[in-house]
């Protein structure tokens, strides 16, 4: 069984992650806590995360300074962030969070089916890169390995599993686009279209062979 997407969930109080968890209860994902900025840092240097829920309000390292931290980072800069804070905050709270690199900010309290919604098609996105990038890998090893230079004896054997398999890719990434449309979260634009290039470029590659 392939590993369940893993979410950071980072706030300073106890009882909004046990909130949180329960939301996100019904969602084929892992959770994993975080209760400073300090804490969600060191839980990223050696876990791989689709997505993090970050809390503005914490003391010490609050979440503008822990995301600065993440999108320094060659590794983590690319995972996705949405901040959480409370309705009564300063009014530039929202435009401080897209500046850190956030791709969503939700005020508390937040309408649990919205933040689930959200989540869900991030998990979705997560899930699909990481097929792509195994499928891409396949096609590369079995082009490498059974389909040597001036041999194109494999080609019948071989080139259709790999059709059906990106086929499977395109199908998904199309349900994943109609996830992204029903939702109307603007948010969900740029990593799509990353995504939808790359499975092009694979398409392309692919079809070069024929």
């Keep these: 069984m392939a590993d369940r997407a893993k979410i950071l969930l980072v706030d300073d109080r106890e009882e909004n992650l046990i909130a949180l968890e329960a939301i996100l209860s019904s969602l084929d994902l892992t959770p994993v806590r975080a209760k400073s900025g300090e804490e969600a840092l060191k839980a990223l240097l050696g876990t791989e995360f689709a997505l993090i829920l970050l809390d503005v309000r914490m003391p010490g390292m609050d979440g503008f300074e822990t995301a600065a931290h993440i999108k320094r980072r060659e590794r983590t800069r690319n995972i996705p962030i949405i901040f959480l804070t409370v309705v009564d905050s300063a009014p530039d709270y929202a435009f401080r969070g897209y ?91 740029a990593p799509l279209s990353d995504l939808s290039d790359r499975v092009s470029h694979l398409r392309a590659s692919f079809d070069a062979l024929g």
């Excluded at 005020?107 to 869900?120: E, G, I, M, N, Q």
């Design 99 to 189: 500046a850190a690199g956030a791709v969503d900010y939700l005020t508390k309290p937040f309408d649990p089916w919205v933040l689930r919604a959200k989540v869900s098609v991030f998990v979705e996105l997560y899930n699909m890169h990481k097929r792509l990038t195994e499928q891409a890998a396949l096609l590369r090893e079995r082009l490498a390995g059974e389909l040597p230079p001036g041999n194109s004896a494999a080609q019948p054997t071989v080139l259709p599993e790999l059709s059906r398999r990106l086929t499977a890719v395109e199908d998904e990434l199309d349900r994943v686009r109609e996830l992204a449309r029903k939702s109307a979260d603007a948010s969900l634009s």
